[in-house]
C-alpha cells in the first residue's frame, strides 16, 4: 500500500509541471505576405572629366549649368567647344548616366532621351544623336547596369543668336530594363 | 535485493520533495491534493495580434492568427501609409507595424515576454521584428510587454537585390508564444 502511495506522488509531480508548463505559455501565427517586383533605378552624376552638376547630383533630377558660353571667348573647365566659323558653335560636356537594377533577371537596358521643349533655335544633342521634343531617341539599346556611362550633352548655338541669350530645356532620359 | 534498494531510495527522495512543498502550507495536505492548486495558474496570460492607427495591413484582427499582406513591393516603391520601403544596398527593405494586446484574467498588471521563430527558413530574405532577427530559433522579440494596453511593433524584411520575379513570392509564417515574466 505505501509503495502505491509513493507512486502516485510521483504521477502527481509530473503532471503538476507539465500542467505549468502548458499553461503558463500562448502561441500565434503571423503569416507574412508579399510580391516582390523588379525595378531599376536611374540617377545623374558628375563625370570626371565634365562640368560638375549644379544641383541633383545622385538623383533622377539633376541641373548642368554651362556657363557663359560664346564661339572665341572663355568657356568653363571641360567645356568641349567646336566652332564652324560664320555658322555656328557647339559646347558639350559628359554627364554620366547610372542605372541599377533590383530584382530584376534584365541583362541590359534601353536609355532613350527627349527634349522637353521645343527648341527650334538650337540644336541639342546627347551622345552624338540629335534630340526634340518629338518622339524619344534612342541613347544605347544596350546599356550595361550599374556602372556610369558618360553621356556627352551638347548643345550647338547659331552666331546669329544675340549676346546674353539664355538658354534653357528640359532633357528627358528613360531606362528601359531588356 | 538490489531492486529493493531502489525502490526505497526513490521512495526517500520522493518524500523529500513532498515535504518540502509542504512546509509553508501551515496544515499537512495530502499530495494529491495540493499539487493541482499549487502549479497550474488561476488564468493563463494569452495575446492578440490588433491593427493600429498608423497601419491597416492586418488581417485577423483581435486573435492570434494574424495575416499581413505587403502587397506587390519593389525597390522603387513610394513610401505608403501602411508600409515603408528604403533602399538597402542593391535590395530594399520593406516594413509594417502591427500591435499586440496582451490579456491577462488574474488582473495583477503583470508582463510577458513574446518569443518568435520561422517554421521554414526565410533565406535569401531576412525578417526582423523589433529589429530583432527571426530565424529557426526561438528568442524574445519583444520583452515586458505589459498586459491590457496595446503595444506596437514592427516587422522588417530585406529583400537582397538578387532576388528576382522567378521566386518574388514573399510568404512566410512567424511563429510567436507569449512568456508570462
Redesign the interface.
Known amino acids: 500500500m505505501k509503495k502505491h502511495l509513493v507512486s502516485f506522488s510521483l504521477v502527481l509531480l509530473f503532471l503538476g509541471l507539465a500542467a505549468a508548463a502548458q499553461a503558463d505559455t500562448a502561441t500565434g501565427t503571423l503569416t507574412v505576405t508579399a510580391t516582390v517586383n523588379s525595378s531599376i533605378n536611374l540617377v545623374f552624376n558628375t563625370d570626371a572629366a565634365g562640368v560638375p552638376l549644379a544641383s541633383g547630383a545622385g538623383t533622377n533630377a539633376a541641373t548642368l549649368a554651362f556657363g557663359n558660353i560664346s564661339a572665341y571667348g572663355v568657356v568653363a573647365l571641360n567645356v568641349t567647344r567646336t566652332v564652324v566659323p560664320g555658322t555656328s558653335f557647339t559646347v558639350s560636356t559628359p554627364v554620366d548616366v547610372l542605372v541599377t537594377k533590383a530584382n530584376s533577371v534584365s541583362a541590359n537596358y534601353t536609355l532613350k532621351a527627349q527634349l522637353g521643349t521645343a527648341d527650334a533655335t538650337n540644336t541639342w544633342q546627347v551622345a552624338g544623336n540629335t534630340i526634340t521634343n518629338g518622339p524619344a531617341v534612342t541613347i544605347t539599346a544596350t546599356g550595361a547596369y550599374g556602372s556610369n556611362v558618360p553621356e556627352a550633352i551638347a548643345i550647338t548655338v547659331p552666331n546669329t543668336t544675340a549676346s546674353g541669350t539664355l538658354i534653357s530645356n528640359t532633357i528627358n532620359f528613360t531606362a528601359t530594363s531588356n | 535485493m538490489k531492486y529493493d534498494r531502489s525502490?526505497s531510495a526513490?521512495?526517500i527522495l520522493?518524500?523529500l520533495?513532498?515535504a518540502v512543498f509542504c512546509i509553508g502550507a501551515g496544515k499537512p495536505r495530502r499530495?494529491?491534493a495540493r499539487?493541482?492548486a499549487?502549479?497550474?495558474?488561476q488564468g493563463?496570460?494569452?495575446?492578440?495580434?490588433v491593427d493600429l492607427p498608423s497601419s491597416s495591413l492586418l488581417a485577423g484582427s483581435g486573435?492570434?492568427?494574424?495575416?499581413?499582406?505587403?502587397?506587390?513591393?519593389?525597390?522603387?516603391?513610394p513610401r505608403e501609409r501602411d508600409r515603408t520601403v528604403r533602399t538597402a544596398g542593391?535590395?530594399?527593405n520593406?516594413s509594417t507595424r502591427?500591435g499586440i494586446v496582451v490579456t491577462d484574467p488574474t488582473n495583477q498588471a503583470r508582463t510577458a515576454s513574446l518569443m518568435a521563430w520561422l517554421p521554414v527558413p526565410s533565406a535569401p530574405l531576412t525578417?526582423r521584428i523589433d529589429g530583432i532577427r527571426v530565424d529557426s530559433v526561438a528568442r524574445v522579440v519583444c520583452p515586458h510587454i505589459p498586459a491590457g494596453r496595446i503595444t506596437a511593433h514592427r516587422?522588417d524584411?530585406s529583400?537582397p537585390?538578387?532576388?528576382?520575379?522567378?521566386n518574388?513570392?514573399?510568404?512566410?509564417?512567424?511563429?510567436?508564444?507569449?512568456?508570462?515574466e
Open positions: 525502490r526513490v521512495a520522493i518524500g520533495a513532498t499530495p494529491s499539487w493541482p499549487a502549479t497550474v495558474p493563463a496570460m494569452s495575446f492578440a495580434f486573435s492570434a492568427m494574424g495575416q499581413i499582406d505587403l502587397g506587390r513591393v519593389s525597390r522603387s516603391s542593391s535590395g530594399f520593406v502591427f525578417i516587422i524584411i529583400v537585390g538578387d532576388l528576382t520575379e522567378e518574388a513570392r514573399v510568404l512566410n509564417d512567424i511563429q510567436f508564444m507569449l512568456v508570462p
